[in-house]
C-alpha cells in the first residue's frame, strides 16, 4: 500500500508562458495557444509560487498532476502536431473538413460518408494523403486522433486483407 505521506513536486514555469491555477482549474498561455482545464483530484494542491509550481500531495497524485501541468505548458510553448497517413489499396479515401469533424468519403466504398469530430482548438490540416492533426492541449489532440482511427476501424471484414484507413506515422 502507497504512504499517505504528502510529496512535494517543484515545476519551473519556462519563459514565455503565463500560468494561473485556482483551485485545480488551470490555465497556461503561450506561443502556441492556451490550456484550460479543470482536475478533480482529492487531495492534491497546486500554486505558482515565482517561477515555480508547487504541486503537494499524495506520491501518485501529485505525479499524476505534475505530469499534466507539464503537459499544459509544453502545449501552451511549443503545442503537440502529429501526422496520420492515408492508406488504401480498393478505393480512394476523400476526407473533407467541415467546420469540427472530419468527412471520410469513399471508405471501402461506401456510399455514405464517415463523420470524426474534431475536439476544442485542435486544428487538422489535408495535404494530399497526409492528415495533419496539432493543437496546444495533448488531450484533445490525442482525443481527435483517436476519433479518426475509430471512423475508419474496419468491421465484418477480414483486416488481413482490408488495411485501408488513416494512420498515426509520427508525432
Known amino acids: 500500500m502507497a504512504s499517505m505521506k504528502p510529496v512535494t513536486n517543484e515545476i519551473p514555469i519556462p519563459a514565455g508562458v503565463t500560468l494561473k491555477i485556482e483551485e485545480l482549474h488551470l490555465t497556461a498561455k503561450g506561443a502556441a495557444g492556451s490550456v484550460d482545464r479543470t482536475y478533480i483530484m482529492n487531495h492534491v494542491s497546486a500554486k505558482v509560487k515565482g517561477s515555480n509550481v508547487?504541486?503537494?500531495?499524495?506520491?501518485?497524485?501529485?505525479?499524476?498532476?505534475?505530469?499534466?501541468?507539464?503537459?499544459?505548458?509544453?502545449?501552451?510553448?511549443?503545442?503537440?502536431?502529429?501526422?496520420?497517413?492515408?492508406?488504401y489499396a480498393h478505393f480512394p479515401i476523400a476526407p473533407e473538413l467541415k467546420g469540427k469533424e472530419i468527412m471520410i468519403k469513399n471508405f471501402l466504398g461506401e456510399k455514405q460518408p464517415r463523420k470524426s469530430k474534431i475536439v476544442g482548438a485542435t486544428k487538422v490540416e489535408l495535404k494530399g494523403q497526409e492528415?495533419?492533426?496539432?493543437?496546444?492541449?495533448?488531450?484533445?489532440?490525442g482525443q481527435t486522433i483517436a476519433n479518426i482511427r475509430t471512423a475508419t476501424k474496419i468491421r465484418q471484414r477480414d483486416s488481413r486483407v482490408f488495411q485501408d484507413g488513416i494512420y498515426p506515422v509520427e508525432g
Not at 499534466?68 to 501552451?76: P, V
Request: aromatic share 2%.
Open 131 to 141: 492528415v495533419i492533426v496539432s493543437g496546444p492541449d495533448k488531450e484533445d489532440v
Open 54 to 87: 508547487e504541486v503537494i500531495g499524495p506520491l501518485r497524485e501529485a505525479n499524476t498532476l505534475t505530469s499534466h501541468i507539464k503537459n499544459a505548458m509544453q502545449g501552451a510553448l511549443k503545442g503537440y502536431r502529429q501526422k496520420m497517413k492515408i492508406v
